[in-house]
């Protein structure tokens, strides 16, 4: 039986530095990201549609035709006449990278002002997946809308994933970020956070703490990602697990490592595969990725 998936989010303009110090043209965003990965892992039946807005100017043209030709459905781009793409810029030190963002008029601030709309995006999916970055672009009703319709989605048998994805820049202060996240928890069926967003943000001590208060909020699986470190996770099923992920050699770039670890993990998931070995496909799909420049890199085939 084939699946359907769904993300929820922003698209960019992404800048990202070459070997020669040149800069060179893709698109990405966290949750575009993961669904580039997606199509790219789950079968050929199985189908990966991307929900968001976009302008209607060349550059938006552009990016329709890229998410298109990867393979992934655009019938819920809203086109917006009055509005463009956002943009970003990579910035590399050692591997680790840091951003400068331009998005004041980024459609995909406006994606969930249409009730209608998203509840046309999120009917009959067997997973759809949003971020923290998909709601601090947002107004806060069209958050709320967001989360009433997602909601909906759960009740009638979708299976809901959130990654907190905490960037403070986006949000008016601390309060409103974290009330926010641990309302789209709520909602949620599968929280990826990482701790050194969410430990900072929330005073948890340490990930075993994290879990308990997504848990608490509602999630019935959550998965602490830790940059290099030891992933923690817990599930209704196996309980408590630990995963050390194979120390990567050749750090190059760690734009999207959380992003294809969570399309990793999803994939895994949606096999019906054990918690621990979801997460060692999440952490090979990302050690992959982080060993390439860019977002978006071609990963080879994995074992299952």
């Avoid at 806060?140 to 994805?165: C, Q």
């Avoid at 050390?244 to 770039?253: A, G, K, R």
């Avoid at 070995?277 to 999440?282: D, S, V």
């Amino acid at each position: 039986m084939s699946r359907t998936v769904l993300t929820i989010g922003e698209c960019m303009v992404e800048m990202a530095p070459r070997e020669d110090g040149a800069y060179m043209r893709n698109f990405a965003g966290d949750t575009f990201n993961t669904a580039w990965y997606l199509r790219r892992m789950l079968a050929a039946g199985d189908s990966v549609d991307y929900c968001s807005a976009i302008g209607s100017d060349g550059i938006s043209d552009a990016m329709f035709a890229f998410i298109r030709d990867a393979g992934i459905g655009t019938d819920h781009l809203r086109r917006l006449g009055d509005a463009t793409v956002g943009l970003y810029m990579i910035e590399l030190a050692n591997g680790e990278r840091s951003f400068s963002y331009w998005r004041g008029q980024s459609a995909a601030k406006r994606l969930a002002e249409d009730r209608s709309f998203l509840e046309r995006a999120v009917a009959g999916r067997d997973l759809i997946l949003f971020s923290g970055i998909t709601l601090a672009i947002l107004s806060p009703e069209a958050r709320r809308t967001l989360l009433e319709v997602l909601d909906g989605a759960r009740a009638a048998g979708s299976k809901i994933a959130f990654d907190p994805n905490m960037r403070a820049r986006l949000w008016p202060d601390r309060d409103t970020m974290c009330a926010a996240v641990t309302a789209a928890a709520g909602v949620a069926d599968i929280v990826l956070p990482s701790f050194d967003e969410d430990g900072p943000s929330f005073s948890d001590a340490d990930p075993e703490a994290t879990i308990a208060r997504y848990r608490a909020a509602g999630a019935t699986t959550v998965v602490v990602k830790n940059g290099a470190g030891r992933i923690h996770a817990f599930d209704n099923k196996d309980g408590m697990v630990q995963f050390d992920p194979v120390p990567v050699t050749d750090l190059v770039d760690t734009t999207a490592a959380g992003d294809s670890f969570n399309a990793g993990f999803l994939v895994a998931r949606l096999e019906g595969m054990s918690m621990a070995q979801a997460l060692a496909r999440g952490a090979a799909v990302s050690a992959q990725v982080i060993g390439k420049r860019g977002a978006l890199v071609d990963i080879a085939a994995l074992a299952a």
